[in-house]
């Protein structure tokens, strides 16, 4: 160390050239690459200005202060050394040195030193109560709860959508847009193979009526007569079941077999005998003048109405599960101004989920200031169609109903469509063709509203055959045909041995039942045919439009928005007709029809062709 940066006390007065010692400026040079070295003292430590002497020696000096940087930084590498050992945590918690980096205001030279900060803890490693926790389980089951969270969150999502329903069609009523089957008790089926049909036979069959799809069951007059069935219409009570259908019991075993498979019972209820007593009690106190129906007097409602036959039948059959009444014969008394007042009456007795259906005539024939009193207390309106009267009159009948206040808005009561009766001639031998109670069913079911079929038509059943007029005590009852049935094996019919009505062997076709269920089906999930009208910025109009009449061929058109269009075509002529009708339509599938063995095939609309009472119906692509 000597010999390090020595300098001369003669060199100042010597020649740079001549005094400069090669040995030395090369040991100079090199040492500091080999072996490097922090910053020279005169950063960390500077010195006073040496005094200015001729000659001055600073060799020593600086490599003393060189080796005390050398001790300094081999301590802390030592230290950090040590302390590596251990974890951080550890080191942080026990009190050794870490990070003894001091602030500034603390790290002032102590004798040419730094003075290190120690951080310290009071309490040792074991008393902080977290150092002993479970750390692996903890870790478990925070991952086992967050699985858990997002199953449980994946299933209630999961489920939320499976509970959607898978289509979002339109609500109605039980009775809004289904089918009603009407039948004539004692000609449907015998429980016991007795000239008459009875409750108990309607039971029996109450699967076949479910497999047509119906909802609605409606039995003509079930009451006890003086000579039943002849003389069905004349009913003496109207809360007694004529011996020959069986008893009370019979009856709730028909509401059970009918409710067991989503179908309801609705009676014809013949008000006419015995509706002067309700009218009598519906009369206004003296005195007092009423506007309109659907103003009371005061006292009203405080009169006693145990002698009112037709509101005691309704209470009475109510408590044992029928669902609602057609009032027979009160279209005799429609203009009648307390006809209205009996409507409001009745309906609230029945209550909002039954229903009562009255003749299109009772409608028409009601006063205008009691219109709406009638509308807002009726559910259906049965409006017959008159198919034997042709293309024009049915197309005018339509016409008439659609633009009637049936449709004037969204709460009117719907249109009960119907094609036959008890009081009207079969379809069959009024469209004389063989498959034409097919093409007017499809028609029928086509129509916006809800239809009803009455028995035996959806097999084409015939009225009994009376070419001689044999039986003219009883002409009027003649399209009460004894229902034939087909054996369980499907080879063959059966009926009554000796009917209490009869013509000889029935015809039918017991083929037809499978294209009206198929139609059935198709009304069912289809709102552009079972919904009645469309709402829309605030007008109710009926969905349904005459595209196309030519002669006997009518052509309608069903729709609803955002769902696909339906075409019905029929023939009620007596030839075959073929139509073009490719400037209205452009092309579809058949669905359902013209014929039991039609397939379902593509359709074009250039040339179609109808052989006499066909109809077929079309979805439009």
Not at 18 to 39: E, H, K, R, V
Not at 114 to 135: A, G, I, K
Not at 549 to 572: C, D, G, H, M
Request: proline share 7%.
């Amino acid at each position: 160390m000597e010999s390090f940066l020595r300098v001369d006390s003669h060199a100042g007065t010597s020649s740079p050239s001549g005094s400069f010692n090669t040995d030395n400026a090369d040991a100079s040079s090199i040492c500091p690459l080999i072996n490097p070295s922090p910053p020279t003292n005169a950063l960390v430590d500077p010195l006073p200005e040496p005094p200015q002497t001729g000659a001055f020696q600073m060799g020593d000096e600086l490599a003393e202060k060189l080796q005390k940087v050398h001790e300094i930084q081999d301590a802390e590498s030592i230290s950090s050394a040590s302390s590596s050992e251990q974890p951080v945590t550890s080191q942080l918690l026990d009190g050794s040195s870490f990070l003894n980096m001091p602030n500034d205001a603390e790290a002032e030279p102590e004798g040419g030193k730094l003075t290190p900060l120690e951080l310290t803890f009071r309490n040792p490693t074991e008393d902080y109560f977290f150092m002993c926790w479970n750390w692996p389980l903890i870790r478990k089951f925070s991952l086992y709860l967050y699985v858990s969270v997002i199953i449980g969150m994946v299933g209630l999502v999961t489920g939320l959508i499976s509970t959607l329903p898978k289509t979002c069609h339109p609500p109605t009523q039980w009775y809004q847009g289904k089918l009603f089957y009407e039948i004539f008790p004692a000609s449907f089926h015998s429980s016991n193979q007795e000239m008459e049909g009875n409750l108990k036979g309607i039971s029996l069959k109450a699967d076949y009526i479910m497999k047509l799809g119906v909802r609605g069951v409606r039995l003509n007059s079930i009451f006890r007569s003086p000579h039943y069935p002849e003389d069905f219409e004349n009913a003496t009570t109207l809360t007694e079941i004529d011996g020959v259908l069986g008893t009370l019991e019979d009856l709730k075993g028909l509401v059970k077999h009918l409710t067991s498979r989503n179908m309801s019972l609705v009676l014809d209820l013949p008000v006419f005998p015995f509706i002067q007593k309700s009218f009598q009690k519906t009369l206004p106190i003296t005195g007092i003048a009423l506007k309109n129906a659907s103003e009371e007097p005061s006292d009203f409602f405080s009169y006693s109405y145990e002698s009112d036959p037709i509101e005691e039948a309704m209470q009475y059959w109510l408590l044992h599960g029928v669902e609602g009444f057609y009032l027979k014969g009160l279209e005799k008394y429609g203009d009648n101004f307390d006809t209205a007042r009996l409507l409001k009456r009745w309906k609230k007795l029945l209550g909002p989920h039954r229903i009562l259906i009255v003749q299109d005539e009772v409608v028409s024939l009601t006063p205008k200031e009691n219109l709406q009193v009638v509308l807002e207390n009726v559910d259906l309106v049965d409006v017959k169609l008159n198919l034997e009267r042709g293309v024009s009159e049915v197309i005018a009948q339509i016409d008439s109903v659609q633009n009637s206040s049936l449709f004037a808005k969204p709460g009117a009561p719907w249109v009960h469509w119907s094609i036959g009766n008890v009081n009207s001639n079969r379809l069959a031998n009024v469209l004389a063709f063989g498959n034409a109670t097919l093409g007017a069913t499809l028609l029928q079911m086509m129509l916006p509203g809800t239809p009803s079929i009455f028995y035996g038509d959806e097999i084409g059943l015939h009225q009994i055959p009376d070419p001689d007029d044999e039986r003219q005590d009883i002409r009027h009852l003649h399209q009460l045909t004894m229902m034939p049935w087909q054996d369980e094996l499907g080879k063959g019919k059966k009926s009554l041995v000796q009917p209490w009505i009869y013509g000889g062997e029935p015809t039918a076709h017991f083929d037809q039942v499978h294209a009206v269920i198929k139609m059935v089906e198709l009304r069912a999930k289809s709102p552009s045919i079972y919904m009645n009208a469309v709402y829309k910025q605030g007008v109710n109009k009926a969905n349904a439009e005459v595209k196309y009449t030519q002669e006997n061929f009518l052509v309608i058109q069903r729709w609803y928005p955002r769902r696909k269009s339906y075409v019905v075509a029929s023939n009620l002529g007596n030839s075959k007709i073929s139509a073009d009708l490719s400037l209205l339509l452009y092309s579809g599938q058949v669905i359902v029809g013209p014929r039991v063995d039609s397939m379902s095939e593509s359709i074009s609309f250039k040339e179609v062709n109808l052989w006499p009472g066909e109809s077929v119906v079309i979805v439009l692509d």
